[in-house]
């Protein structure tokens, strides 16, 4: 399974970007799908999280409210959309895959496959 993350870039803060991650090598239905950042020397950190079917999604408080998670499973996509973005969302946001289909986990050590990440800037 391979993931590819795209769509970060710099932002003014207020703005709005949209991450996208395509899944190859297995149909992304069969999978959980979430959202990570990792901010400019600190730890990798949960955003978000949706389950196979899209009907159970999870937030990280710092991003509820101003974020939203989607997927379509027809295209194998997985999408991060982000409004109001703050400074501290300065990170490089990685898309990772659960096979635990029916769990939208926060855990990063239970995800299975990871992207490359894509770097989102925030200027203030």
């Known amino acids: 399974v391979q993931l590819q993350a795209s769509g970060g870039g710099l932002v003014q803060a207020g703005g709005s970007l949209s991450l996208s991650c395509a899944v190859s090598?297995?149909?992304?239905?069969?999978?959980?799908m979430g959202w990570f950042r990792q901010p400019p020397g600190k730890e990798r950190e949960f955003v978000a999280a949706?389950?196979?079917?899209?009907?159970?999604?999870s937030y990280a408080d710092s991003v509820k409210g101003r974020f939203t998670i989607s997927r379509d499973n027809a295209k194998n996509t997985v999408s991060l959309q982000m409004n109001s973005l703050k400074a501290e969302d300065t990170a490089l946001y990685y898309c990772?895959?659960?096979?635990?289909?029916?769990?939208?986990?926060?855990?990063?050590?239970?995800?299975?496959?990871w992207g490359q990440g894509t770097q989102v800037t925030v200027s203030s």
């Open positions: 990772a895959a659960d096979r635990r289909w029916h769990v939208s986990s926060k855990l990063a050590r239970e995800y299975d496959y």
């Open positions: 090598g297995r149909t992304i239905g069969m999978y959980s």
């Open positions: 949706i389950t196979w079917s899209g009907d159970s999604t």
